[in-house]
């Protein structure tokens, strides 16, 4: 079933305590509003529709993102962010995970049919006195303002300076006239600069002749028996003033309807209030096509803006351009007009620069317009000026903040200014009031920002205060408390909930740290920052960003001479960790010696065991495998002596892993599997990954390899699928990036899924492209030469050499048997005999220093082919038989048929078909009758074909 692109859906879906208005974008829980995401939203609408059917992700994209192009990763993290609103708990989803095919809603759904919609009827002829207004991208907020006026006698219309209310108030005056016969009036309150003269106003816009001192007396006689529409525009800086008038009319005339715009509610008796958002714009994320783009609203403006001083047509070249003007904007209509105003003047990709550098002064709007909205600035100082002393102060502090802010956060900044934290609340309640804040509620939680726009000019007016060094200075000590308490926290919470609260304060993190290691800062507090910051950047897997700022805070720690030792230590175990991820190993394990030896010296044991873990894991890494194993078995008998169940954990599954590759697999997979089994209880949380990967991603990794290469290929690829899954849940990628790289896409490729492999590849590429780290990239090079060379693609076996070198020359050497083996197998298949024996040379030298029995029996076997591709059988036959009985010794079942294969080919071809019967018929039924692997079907499909043959010759020679 292709699911159609997202539509109105005015019916109701019941499910549970949940009511479900996709016409609405509503989900309420018992009555009360559910915050969700438009994608998560969307995908419940769609699973709603088909309750008990598997919906695929293709289905989930074509409706969600139609037309489109986006990885099925957002619909893991929407389905998590479902799960989570939701409050599915274990044994009571509504969403069942249908492993390799999608997703299924399980709870029963009831539907409400809905009635009929009653039109909205919509202005012949437009008030004479009011200009037709353009409204771009508004449809939604008209209907729902019209809506509010027909229930409620009073709307006021709030936002901030240039989000469009008074254009709004005129489209909605066009479009409900005809429910006013006696007209619509509009009075334009931003000239009044007194609040005595408010009703003179009004009264004035209404055509009412003052006979008396009281106007408001004479306006309420004149329209007594109307029933008008009366629209109040720019009431903010008369706020007091305009709710005891509102109050009075509506009180005195019944059948008067009013419409105000303002920057905060005027909290009069009768009130609706309608906050009017700014316009959408695109995200990064939202594609970059001039199509795309202009589904958005604040693009489409822009356009028109921009297409009315000159013929402009927005291209795909400029959409992404365009694009980032508008979010630099908040889509707030009047700053996106003014710039678009400027498009031939500059050309977009200056404009986007010089808004980046700030160099842009909105101005030059239409002479037509009031003063104040002929530059954005101005709408800016007319709110500003209208502040009290203390939220002005409140609001140049707030200014020091990059993004989303709580009350805390506010209330460690207000101490500048000398308020207390009740005082603080009060002034942030009057700015929220006032469109100057905004306020968000995530998960019961309220949190703040500033639109770009209103940050900047505040900041601006912390500078011209003095109070700019003081308020950075706060901050950053502020932000640094922050991350002490994660890092304290980061082994006792939930890794979703920590991540919650932290992760949307990197930037906060980095504008902290530039003030601190910037002069005059404070590069001790710089330091201090660095090493708070460093769960956080493992966690969001920015290890390139890590990497520069740690070793600029060891530069710091060194210049300053008395930096504290525990602070050192942190920053040399980040710079190891780091440096494990890096294309060169070179100085890693120097690094990591460093790290444990200053453990041990300062006493640390947190540290001792990492810095050991880190050198155990590089000496397995570059191939001294036994070396390695020995320090595993250390890490774990230190972290038993402390009671550490997750290092001990760690330890053993990285022993067991180790322990795999000097063939011990047996013993190893029973490790890993009795891991697995504590680690895959539905109630098991993602952890925090402490030893650079989630500690059950890791399990699952290690188990499939082991599953691998004991004969369970398909159950190994299925093991693997669950790693990815979890580390993408996770959203650490540096955990399902090592998950592809050193596991999946060999595993696939290795058991002959070349079109998993190749999904599995691609995958991993995409997490390259967001966090570019060399050994990722160099793998992916390495497997997709190694497709190639399956696929006979010319110059690819040269290329899998290319990079098999490229791989071992920096270090990364503990596969490299194996990886010359594929070299030599693929030169062998392009008839390169020569190239092929050097490589399987190169192999069999790598296996015999590492003590790789692992994957000895494919040496062989390879070897052997080249050997009979050479004339010589006798010593092929030899290899191969040899193959098999180190593969059998080891329990490499996986390996042992493919030896096993290969001989019995080679027997046969001799014309020894009941030798060739043997050898498979020895080894296939080793394997589980529902194990389908690309090499068992083949022996079983040659065995058949075997037997067959003999029993014909059976009843030949009968």
């Not at 409050?87 to 009571?92: K, N």
């Amino acid at each position: 079933m292709i699911a159609s692109p997202p539509k109105p859906d005015a019916d109701t879906y019941r499910f549970g305590p949940f009511r479900l208005f996709p016409n609405r974008q509503l989900l309420l829980r018992e009555g009360v509003p559910i915050p969700i995401g438009g994608r998560a939203l969307d995908i419940l609408t769609l699973l709603a529709r088909r309750p008990g059917e598997v919906v695929s992700k293709a289905d989930i994209l074509k409706f969600c993102w139609p037309g489109v192009f986006v990885h099925e990763s957002n619909i893991k993290v929407n389905i998590a962010a479902l799960r989570r609103a939701l409050s599915e708990r274990p044994g009571e989803p509504y969403i069942a995970t249908v492993t390799g095919r999608g997703y299924r809603f399980v709870a029963p759904v009831d539907v409400e049919a809905a009635e009929a919609p009653s039109a909205v009827q919509s202005a012949a002829i437009p008030p004479r006195a009011l200009k037709q207004p353009l409204v771009i991208g508004r449809s939604q907020e008209l209907e729902n303002i019209a809506r509010k006026l027909a229930s409620a006698r009073c709307v006021t219309i709030v936002g901030p300076g240039g989000v469009g209310k008074t254009t709004i108030a005129l489209a909605v005056a066009h479009h409900v006239q005809r429910n006013y016969p006696d007209g619509v009036s509009f009075v334009d309150l931003s000239t009044v600069g007194d609040a005595q003269y408010a009703a003179a106003a009004i009264a004035s816009g209404v055509g009412v002749r003052q006979r008396s001192e009281d106007a408001l007396t004479d306006i309420i006689a004149l329209i007594q028996e109307r029933r008008m529409l009366l629209i109040l525009d720019n009431c903010e800086h008369l706020n007091a003033t305009m709710t005891r008038i509102v109050n009075r009319l509506l009180e005195a005339v019944p059948t008067l309807a009013l419409l105000a715009t303002s920057r905060e509610p005027l909290w009069s008796k009768a009130e609706d209030i309608y906050r009017l958002p700014s316009l959408e714009a695109p995200t990064i994320a939202a594609g970059a096509t001039a199509a795309t783009a202009m589904e958005f609203s604040a693009v489409r403006l822009f356009i028109k803006r921009a297409q009315e001083r000159g013929k402009y047509v927005l291209n795909d070249a400029d959409a992404p351009l365009v694009s980032a003007i508008c979010r630099h904007l908040d889509g707030i209509p009047l700053a996106v007009e003014l710039v678009a105003s400027k498009v031939f003047a500059y050309g977009i990709s200056t404009l986007l620069a010089m808004l980046e550098q700030k160099f842009l002064l909105l101005g030059n709007g239409e002479r037509t317009a009031p003063l104040r909205q002929q530059t954005f600035l101005a709408t800016l100082d007319w709110s500003y000026r209208l502040l009290s002393e203390d939220e002005a102060a409140l609001l140049r502090l707030l200014s020091v903040f990059a993004g989303a802010f709580r009350v805390p956060d506010a209330i460690a900044m207000s101490k500048i200014a000398g308020l207390d934290a009740t005082q603080t609340i009060d002034a942030m309640e009057r700015l929220t009031s006032k469109s100057l804040v905004y306020a968000e509620h995530h998960d019961g939680t309220p949190t703040y920002r500033l639109l770009k726009s209103t940050r900047a000019y505040a900041a601006e007016r912390l500078e011209g205060a003095g109070e700019q060094e003081a308020g950075l200075q706060r901050h950053a000590s502020h932000i640094l408390s922050l991350f002490e308490r994660a890092a304290e926290e980061l082994d006792s919470r939930d890794k979703s909930d920590w991540m919650a609260d932290y992760a949307n304060r990197i930037d906060d993190l980095r504008n902290a740290m530039s003030w601190a290691f910037d002069f005059p800062g404070d590069r001790m507090l710089g330091i201090r920052l660095t090493v708070a910051a460093i769960p956080l950047w493992f966690e969001l897997s920015s290890l390139g960003e890590m990497q520069s700022r740690v070793e600029r805070a060891l530069l710091a720690a060194r210049d300053l001479g008395d930096c504290p030792t525990d602070l050192t230590l942190k920053l040399i175990a980040a710079k190891a960790s780091g440096m494990s991820f890096s294309q060169h190993l070179a100085a890693t394990e120097a690094a990591w010696q460093e790290c444990y030896e200053l453990g041990v010296k300062s006493k640390s044991v947190k540290y001792e065991l990492f810095g050991l873990w880190g050198v155990a894991s590089h000496h397995v890494y570059v191939g001294r495998i036994l070396e390695g194993i020995e320090c595993f078995r250390k890490f774990i008998a230190l972290a038993e002596t402390q009671n550490d169940q997750p290092a001990v954990d760690e330890g053993q599954r990285s022993l067991a892993q180790s322990e795999i590759y000097v063939g011990k697999i047996t013993s190893a997979r029973q490790c890993l599997e009795a891991l697995a089994a504590r680690y895959q209880q539905p109630s098991e949380p993602v952890q925090l990954a402490r030893f650079q990967a989630e500690r059950g991603v890791a399990i699952r990794c290690s188990l499939a390899h082991a599953l691998w290469a004991s004969g369970e290929p398909s159950r190994a690829l299925q093991v693997m699928r669950e790693a990815i899954e979890r580390a993408d849940v996770s959203g650490h990628i540096v955990s399902q990036s090592n998950a592809l790289a050193r596991f999946a896409i060999p595993i696939a490729f290795w058991a002959g899924d070349y079109v998993t492999c190749t999904d599995f590849l691609t995958l991993l590429e995409e997490n390259a492209r967001r966090e570019d780290i060399g050994m990722w990239r160099e793998v992916c090079l390495f497997f997709r030469s190694a497709l190639d060379a399956k696929r006979q693609v010319a110059g690819a076996a040269s290329a899998v050499r290319h990079h098999v070198d490229v791989l071992t020359s920096v270090g990364h050497s503990v596969r490299a048997p194996m990886h010359y083996s594929m070299a030599a197998e693929a030169f062998l298949d392009a008839n390169g005999l020569d190239d092929a024996k050097a490589m399987i040379a190169v192999a069999h030298d790598y296996a015999l220093k590492q003590s790789a029995k692992w994957c000895l029996p494919e040496i062989l076997r390879i070897d052997a082919l080249i050997e009979l591709q050479s004339g010589n059988a006798g010593r092929a036959e030899e290899l191969l038989r040899r193959a098999i009985a180190e593969a059998s010794a080891i329990n490499a079942l996986t390996l042992e048929l493919r030896a096993a294969v290969s001989l019995s080919s080679k027997l046969n071809g001799d014309g020894h078909l009941g030798e060739a019967l043997e050898v498979l018929q020895a080894v296939c039924p080793k394997f589980n009758s529902d194990e389908a692997f690309a090499d068992l079907k083949e022996a079983r499909e040659r065995m058949a074909q075997l037997q067959s043959i003999k029993a014909k010759n059976k009843v030949t020679s009968a």
